[in-house]
T-cell receptor
Framework: KNEVEQSPQNLTAQEGEFITINCSYS?????LHWLQQHPGGGIVSLFM???GKKKHGRLIATINIQEKHSSLHITASHPRDSAVYIC????????????FGEGTQLTVNP | DAGVTQSPTHLIKTRGQHVTLRCSPI?????VSWYQQVLGQGPQFIFQ???????GRGNFPDRFSARQFPNYSSELNVNALLLGDSALYLC???????????FGPGTRLTVL
């Protein structure tokens, strides 16, 4: 079992829909990251969380440390949101290296 | 400020050859990490360097090595290339040992 599990693996939505991507992890963490990867490979950091909730524009990230679970929400989705969304954790015992989930491929259709 | 830069962008090698990938972090960032991303999978941690010292190593064979220079730039070296080393190699920098990591565009390595 991977230390970081994401669901769903693939997600197709219509423009304007509310989207949720989930991430579960099995280790104690010091931080959780949500990343966005576009075709071609470039990775952009969206959020870094250690507790609670963060919001940036139409993106919201939440984390529940007790349940070892995080969610990334996209409100009013747009075709330009189409990308792979990756959850990654920094564990308390492995220093500051990131352990990544497999990613969620999001496609938003107009 | 320039972001994290990596060179080369693409590289084609044959089995058994050696390759050197380069990374320049964001100015002022002292920590550099290397990741390997095989097609269709999430990235895997290879190395982390901070202040020119190795701070972590992932589950990769000794054919993989790295170093960090006084200007905090870094090189990843892979010897005796195998077909399975074909991947996108990502470099990320951060100012210290904690905080947001900023990723470079990656080097796509193809081993034939």
């Amino acid at each position: 079992k991977n230390e970081v599990e994401q669901s769903p693996q693939n997600l197709t939505a219509q423009e304007g829909e509310f989207i949720t991507i989930n991430c579960s992890y099995s280790v104690g963490i010091s931080a959780l990251h949500w990343l966005q990867q576009h075709p071609g490979g470039g990775i952009v950091s969206l959020f870094m969380l250690s507790s609670g909730k963060k919001k940036h524009g139409r993106l919201i990230a939440t984390i529940n440390i007790q349940e070892k679970h995080s969610s990334l929400h996209i409100t009013a989705s747009h075709p330009r949101d189409s990308a792979v969304y990756i959850c990654a954790v920094e564990s308390q015992t492995s220093g500051s290296r990131l352990t990544f989930g497999e990613g969620t491929q999001l496609t938003v259709n107009p | 400020d320039a972001g994290v830069t990596q060179s080369p962008t693409h590289l084609i090698k044959t089995r058994g050859q050696h390759v050197t990938l380069r990374c320049s972090p964001i100015s002022g960032h002292k920590s550099v990490s290397w990741y390997q991303q095989v097609l269709g999978q999430g990235p895997q941690f290879i190395f982390q360097y901070y202040e020119k010292e190795e701070r972590g190593r992932g589950n990769f064979p000794d054919r993989f090595s790295a170093r960090q220079f006084p200007n905090y730039s870094s090189e990843l070296n892979v010897n005796a290339l195998l077909l399975g080393d074909s991947a996108l190699y990502l470099c990320a920098s951060r100012s210290g040992t904690y905080g947001t990591q900023y990723f470079g565009p990656g080097t796509r390595l193809t081993v034939l």
